[in-house]
């Protein structure tokens, strides 16, 4: 039989997978397995920093529903990896990241770039190997591959020392995947389901929070056509935006700190949630002794670990998104042809009078470029049809809350981590995943220059992604905490004028403009859609613009700041 | 409140870490911890005695079945099990304490395992509160070492 080096049979494994693309940042312990991927017809995107490749490659993950797959070499290599890894972890993003590792014979004895990211990276993994045997490989790349990419999705990651990859192997070698202890639970109890049924036909004020699970197992239609036939109102977390669309009469958007007064609202109102896929987040439910006082909770979640955490579950049941709301889809119409169709007009009644009550708001009169009017220009002039990458700070929340999603993985944003510096490479892989979508970065001044390097790998493999920067000369999300909760003392969140944007993407060969007036926007992102490059456009916003509405920490989510109320304060 | 916890890993390097690591960041502090091999030697089990609320260990129990290497856990019922540790004692002992010592020993069904001019080694096995009465008996001697293992523990009857 012909033999293969441990490098080649790493890429074949990855061809067996599927992969057609990997992010990654070759050095000395990954030269091998770069030689292999030479002569390998998986594409290859060479990124700038190994951040920006764990995150295109969760990007890539995000938009696609497939693993994304990343390749660092060892020490910094590895280390530089880990905040993506985190990020992914949180998120429940299915990822594989490969890292190269010093010698099987100098592991151990701090050799020049050595670190021990299996250690480093355990409590941020789903799982992870250190592979001691080049015949370990077929079997480590299958279950790794496995593991991400089933039950509650998560990062793999796999240390492959050097001579690993330098051995000799069968090319036909393979052993089956052995993981005893891995069975998630797809199907729900039918009992359960069918308690669940009960009450949800017998709940006078039902809400659904719909979570990131709704999305990552494809349960989005079945969430739309259970809601047709029970008409009940759908709220999302900042993950779940998209798996219900906002332009519905049903949405409620998303909730939470910074969600809509009228999703929070109506928790507060609830009498049942129809939990799914969610966490419940402490950036959702706020004080948590005072979320929802009168509802009880069916908590639909794949991770039996998520149920009960945080908040008392009076129906748990674990399973696939998609395969437990099929059954309380067909439960519930079994129920009411039997029982009858529940009247729930005073609630749906209710649930319109909030969404006229408490609207999002911002100044449109103004003459200032208000970020809000920036987003929903974009919607606009998109048609919604785009891919939204955020970042993280006030930019995130503004394109949550004035951006309209619609359709699922049509949202690409560091929710459980809050990772800065996210957007933009998270858009390459997005870019990456879907070519024939527009992709765009909604970023903030502060986050991008934490990965702005990347824009020149987007340049580079002409990536033509859409960069909107809300630019306010702030680090802005701190700022308004500092100017609600600190005396306005701005410690350390001025960054003003401290780079010509512009000058900046001109330099790695993309195109810039700049938005300094209200009347400049409409054009400007109809010019950076039409031009085939990168564009980055420089919007000048109205610099101490907040986020509003805002649940205080540690308040309940009923009580929300508004503008009207800080005005002066 | 005091939680006995038996769980069944792969036997495979690291296992023991990401556990332990897992109580450390979620903030529990492992109290008493016994591992080694079981009849079959792929699988081995990890006894611990954990000290928290109830809804913190079903919440660590359900934390601990995500990790990959873990396959089964079981949290035993402390009316309904056996439970031993061993632990060794070096005391003090001359030739007017030894007789003393001798009994006292024998009372417990110890055993000594190493007589020297000066000490003597003492073997114990049992539950925590056996040793612990030997150990308080013998303190008066002048205990000069106390080695303990972690505590192991089965359910009684067939069931397993």
């Known amino acids: 039989m012909a033999k293969i080096t441990g490098a080649q049979m790493i890429i074949k494994c990855l061809k067996e997978e599927g992969v057609e693309v990997i992010f990654g940042y070759p050095g000395g312990k990954v030269i091998p397995l770069y030689d292999a991927l030479f002569d390998s017809d998986i594409r290859h995107i060479l990124v700038r920093h190994e951040q920006g490749a764990v995150h295109a490659a969760d990007g890539y993950a995000r938009v696609t529903g497939k693993t994304g797959v990343c390749i660092a070499t060892s020490g910094p290599g590895a280390t530089n990896l880990v905040t993506g890894i985190a990020n992914a972890y949180m998120d429940s993003i299915p990822m594989v990241a490969i890292t190269g590792q010093v010698g099987t014979a100098q592991i151990g004895t701090d050799a020049f770039q050595e670190a021990d990211i299996t250690g480093i990276a355990a409590p941020v993994t789903k799982h992870n190997y250190l592979v001691k045997d080049v015949k370990e490989l077929p079997r480590v790349i299958k279950e790794a591959f496995r593991i991400a990419s089933t039950g509650r999705p998560g990062p793999v990651l796999i240390d492959i020392p050097v001579d690993i990859t330098t051995d ?78 906002e332009t519905s009469e049903l949405s409620l958007s998303m ?209 033509n992604i859409k960069i909107m920067l809300l630019n306010n000369g702030y680090l802005g999300m701190v700022r308004q905490w500092q100017e609600f909760f600190f005396k306005k003392r701005y410690s350390q969140t001025c960054i003003y004028n401290c780079v010509d944007f512009v000058k900046l993407v001109e330099a790695y060969g993309g195109v810039g403009l700049r938005v300094k007036k209200k009347e400049e926007v409409e054009g400007a992102i109809k010019k950076a859609l039409e031009i085939n490059n990168l564009v980055l456009v420089d919007f000048w916003i109205d610099r101490e613009e907040n986020v509003y509405p805002m649940v205080a920490p540690g308040s309940p989510i009923s009580e929300m700041l508004e503008s009207e109320m800080l005005e002066g304060v | 409140m005091k939680h006995i916890i038996s769980v069944l890993v792969e036997n495979k390097a690291g296992v023991l870490a990401k556990i332990s690591g897992l109580f450390s960041r979620r903030g529990f502090n492992i109290e008493s911890l016994a591992v080694g091999p079981t009849d079959d030697e792929k699988i081995s089990r990890i006894t611990m005695e954990v000290n928290a609320e109830e809804h913190s260990i079903e919440q660590i129990i359900k934390q601990l079945y995500k990790l990959i290497n873990v396959i089964k856990i079981q949290e035993l019922d402390p009316s309904n099990i056996v439970e031993r540790e061993l632990v060794l004692i070096k005391v003090n002992a001359d030739s007017k304490t030894r007789p003393e010592i001798l009994e006292t020993v024998s009372v417990f069904r110890a055993n000594i395992v190493d007589v020297a001019k000066k000490s003597l080694m003492i073997e114990i096995t049992g539950n925590s509160r056996k040793v612990r009465a030997l150990e308080d008996l013998l303190r008066p001697f002048g205990i000069l070492e106390l080695v303990r293992t972690g505590k192991i523990a089965c359910s009684r009857g067939s069931k397993y």
């Not at chain 1, 995947?177 to 709940?203: D, F, M, R």
């Not at chain 1, 009858?340 to 609630?347: N, Y």
């Open chain 1, 168 to 245: 000799l192997i069968d090319e036909n070698f393979k052993v089956d995947i052995n993981l005893p202890g891995y069975k998630p639970t797809l199907k729900g109890n039918l009992k359960q389901v069918k308690q669940a049924a009960k009450k949800i036909a017998e709940s006078k004020k039902p809400v659904i929070f719909a979570g990131g699970g709704v999305i990552s197992s494809g349960a989005s239609d079945i969430l739309r056509k259970f809601v047709k036939v029970s008409k009940i109102p759908v709220i999302t977390s900042l993950l779940g935006m998209g798996s219900f669309p």
């Open chain 1, 255 to 463: 909730a939470g700190m910074h969600g809509t007064k009228y999703a929070n609202l109506a928790f507060t109102e609830a009498d049942l949630i129809i939990a799914v896929g969610v966490r419940f987040d402490d950036r959702v439910t706020g004080k948590l002794s005072e979320f929802a006082p009168n509802a009880d909770i069916i908590h639909i979640d794949i991770d039996p670990a998520e149920i009960g955490k945080n908040i008392k579950v009076l129906v748990p049941i674990v399973g696939d998104a998609r395969i437990v709301l099929t059954d309380l889809k067909n439960e519930y119409e079994n129920y009411i042809e039997k029982k009858g169709v529940p009247d729930r007009k005073e609630w749906q009644s209710r649930i319109k009078q909030l969404k006229k009550d408490y609207p999002l708001k911002y100044d449109r009169n103004s003459s200032k470029v208000k970020p809000a009017y920036v987003v929903e220009k974009i919607y606009e002039l998109t048609g919604g049809d785009a891919i939204i990458c955020t970042e993280v700070g006030q930019n995130q929340m503004w394109a949550a809350q004035f951006y309209k999603f619609t359709e699922p993985r049509t949202l690409v944003s560091s929710g459980g981590l809050g990772t800065m510096g996210f957007g933009l490479p998270a858009a390459i892989g997005a870019k990456i995943g879907m070519p024939d979508k527009t992709v765009i970065d909604i970023a903030g001044d502060g986050s991008i220059q934490m990965v702005s390097q990347e824009l020149s790998t987007a340049v580079t493999n002409k990536i």
